[in-house]
T-cell receptor, first 119, second 112 residues
Framework: GAVVSQHPSRVICKSGTSVKIECRSL??????MFWYRQFPKKSLMLMATSNEGSKATYEQGVEKDKFLINHASLTLSTLTVTSAHPEDSSFYICSAREEWQGAYSSPLHFGNGTRLTVT | QKEVEQNSGPLSVPEGAIASLNCTYS??????FFWYRQYSGKSPELIMF????GDKEDGRFTAQLNKASQYVSLLIRDSQPSDSATYLC????????????FGSGTKLNVKP
């Protein structure tokens, strides 16, 4: 259980275009999903927390107008990189956790990631 | 001080040996602890989690938690070359289950 699906796995786009990445929780509902970015040989960097039915919460330094997040349902969040530039090339990973009742947190489950290359 | 600290490595162990990966955390209010494995170019995958002091075993993996000393460890018995990856430690505080604090990871090399 607790599978997170992310598409596409790889995308190449031209500078100035927009790219949409989808993240779905396949067998559980997630009111909250998380978007990470990772550069080669670097650690995960949380970009934003996606909240179903409300606005996403962006981390400091992340441009909300550039990285548009929509969490339209309990199983789907999307990240749109608008007017992409070569410096946006990176590995984008979404994640979600099942919401347990109890004193302890359930683990985070990651999608397979999207490797974005902007030419 | 970082929330979660890990030695970046690389940690090199021979095949068949025990690999010991360590993680320390700064907040005493932390209560949920997770280990992830990340192969190069792939996303992290959950290995195991631990909430209570002591050891928790799952196959070749054992997580050890010591809240008094604020560290959590992962032992990998009978290490295989396929275990070569970066291992990430993540910690959750009791007051916010949506805030995962990740360490920067330890790179493990298992040599045949």
């Amino acid at each position: 259980g607790a599978v997170v699906s992310q598409h596409p796995s790889r995308v190449i786009c031209k500078s100035g275009t927009s790219v949409k990445i989808e993240c779905r929780s396949l067998d559980f509902q997630a009111t909250t999903m998380f978007w990470y970015r990772q550069f080669p040989k670097k650690s995960l960097m949380l970009m934003a927390t996606s909240n179903e039915g409300s606005k996403a919460t962006y981390e400091q330094g992340v441009e909300k107008d550039k990285f548009l997040i929509n969490h339209a349902s309990l199983t789907l969040s999307t990240l749109t990189v608008t007017s992409a530039h070569p410096e946006d090339s990176s590995f984008y990973i979404c994640s979600a956790r099942e919401e347990w009742q109890g004193a302890y947190s359930s683990p985070l489950h990651f999608g397979n990631g999207t490797r974005l290359t902007v030419t | 001080q970082k929330e979660v600290e890990q030695n970046s490595g690389p940690l090199s162990v021979p095949e068949g040996a025990i690999a010991s990966l360590n993680c320390t955390y700064s907040d005493r209010g932390s209560q949920s602890f997770f280990w992830y494995r990340q192969y190069s170019g792939k996303s992290p995958e959950l290995i195991m989690f631990i909430y209570s002091n002591g050891d928790k075993e799952d196959g070749r993996f054992t997580a050890q938690l010591n809240k008094a000393s604020q560290y959590v460890s992962l032992l990998i018995r009978d290490s295989q070359p396929s275990d070569s990856a970066t291992y990430l430690c993540a910690v959750i505080r009791r007051n916010n289950f949506n805030k995962f604090y990740f360490g920067s990871g330890t790179k493990l090399n298992v040599k045949p």
